[in-house]
C-alpha cells in the first residue's frame, strides 16, 4: 500500500508530462505489445477460417520446419556474419568520419553533414534501382565505364563472388553517416576545459583524441554496440531484397532469415513457420543483449547498459 501510494504520489506530481507522452504510450501498446499476442501463432499449425483460437497446436514443429531446412544454415551464416560486418565496420568508420568532423570549420560542417546524413533517408526501394543504375548488365554505368576501358561487360547480378563487398558497401554508404552524426553529438558534449588543460602541456591531437575522446565516447559506443548485438540475428529485409534485385545467383551470399521468411510466405503461405522464425531471431537477439550487457558489465560496470 505504501508503493502504491508513493507511486500515486508521483503520478500527481508529474501529471502534465505523463499526459504529453500518453500517445507515445498509446502507440507502443498498439503496435508493439498488442501484436505479442500473435506469437502464439508459431506454436500453432494457424488456420484462416479457425483462427487464432480453434487453429490446431503443434508445439515446436514449425521451429522444427525451418532447422530441418536445407537452407538454414546458409541463411542463418550469412545474417551473422553481414551483421557482425556491419557492426564492426560502420562503427570504426562512424568515429573516424566524427573525429574528422569535429576538426572541420563551421562553415564548411553544414554542407558535410547534409552529403553525410542524406542516404540514411533514402529508402531501400530507391538505393535498389541506383543499384541496377550501375549494375545493369546493358545500361549500367560500371559496364558503360569498363567499356571504355575496353573491358567486357560483367552481369553483375550472376556473379556472387562480388556481392559481399557490394552490400558492404552500400550498408556503410547508407548508415555510416547516421551514427558518425551521433558520435559527434557525443564529442562536443565532452566538457573544452579538458582538451586546454592538454593544450596547455603540449598534448598532441592524436594524443588529445586518444586520452581524451576515445574514453569519454566509450559509453556512447558501448550503449550503440549492445543495441546492435541484438539485432545480429535480424537482418535489414530492404538492403537484401532491393539491392540484390531479388537474384536467384545471387541466394548464397544475399540470402538472410528475413527474405527467406518473405519468400516462403510468399510460395507456400506458411505464416505459423513465418511467425515461428520471427520468434527465434527476437529470443536470440534478446539473449544476446542480456549476455553482451553482462560481459560489459564485469569489465566496467560504468559502461553497461543497466
Not at 575496353?150 to 552481369?155: R, Y
Request: hydrophobic share 50%.
Amino acid at each position: 500500500m505504501q508503493w502504491l501510494a508513493r507511486e500515486w504520489r508521483h503520478v500527481k506530481k508529474n501529471r502534465e508530462l505523463l499526459l504529453l507522452s500518453l500517445p507515445g504510450f498509446v502507440y507502443k501498446f498498439i503496435f508493439y505489445y498488442l501484436p505479442l499476442l500473435g506469437l502464439v501463432i508459431a506454436f500453432q499449425n494457424y488456420n484462416y477460417t479457425k483462427g487464432l483460437f480453434g487453429s490446431k497446436w503443434v508445439g515446436l514443429h514449425n521451429f522444427k520446419f525451418f532447422f530441418e531446412s536445407d537452407l538454414a544454415w546458409r541463411v542463418t551464416r550469412n545474417t551473422i556474419l553481414y551483421n557482425v560486418a556491419f557492426i564492426v565496420l560502420t562503427t570504426i568508420f562512424a568515429l573516424v568520419l566524427a573525429l574528422m568532423m569535429n576538426e572541420l570549420s563551421k562553415r564548411w560542417f553544414k554542407m558535410h553533414q547534409t552529403v553525410m546524413f542524406l542516404p540514411y533517408f533514402l529508402s531501400w526501394v530507391v538505393v535498389g534501382y541506383i543499384a541496377i543504375g550501375f549494375f545493369d548488365y546493358q545500361h549500367g554505368a560500371l559496364n558503360t565505364a569498363l567499356a571504355s576501358f575496353g573491358i567486357d561487360p560483367t552481369n553483375w547480378y550472376q556473379k556472387s563472388s562480388y556481392w559481399p563487398t557490394i552490400m558492404i558497401v552500400v550498408q556503410l554508404w547508407k548508415a555510416v553517416g547516421f551514427q558518425a552524426l551521433i558520435y559527434y553529438a557525443g564529442i562536443i558534449a565532452i566538457d573544452p576545459s579538458y582538451y586546454e588543460a592538454a593544450r596547455i602541456d603540449g598534448a598532441t591531437k592524436w594524443q588529445m583524441i586518444r586520452k581524451i575522446t576515445l574514453p569519454l565516447l566509450t559509453p556512447l559506443v558501448v550503449i550503440l554496440l549492445i543495441m546492435a548485438v541484438g539485432s545480429i540475428f535480424r537482418a535489414d529485409f530492404g538492403l537484401f531484397y532491393y539491392v540484390p534485385n531479388d537474384s536467384s545467383f545471387l541466394y548464397p551470399v544475399t540470402d538472410v532469415i528475413d527474405t527467406y521468411v518473405v519468400r516462403s510466405l510468399r510460395t507456400i503461405g506458411d505464416v505459423s513457420m513465418s511467425t515461428a522464425v520471427g520468434l527465434y531471431q527476437s529470443v536470440v537477439g534478446l539473449l544476446l543483449v542480456l549476455v553482451t550487457n553482462f560481459i560489459i558489465r564485469k569489465i566496467n560496470e560504468e559502461n553497461a547498459l543497466w
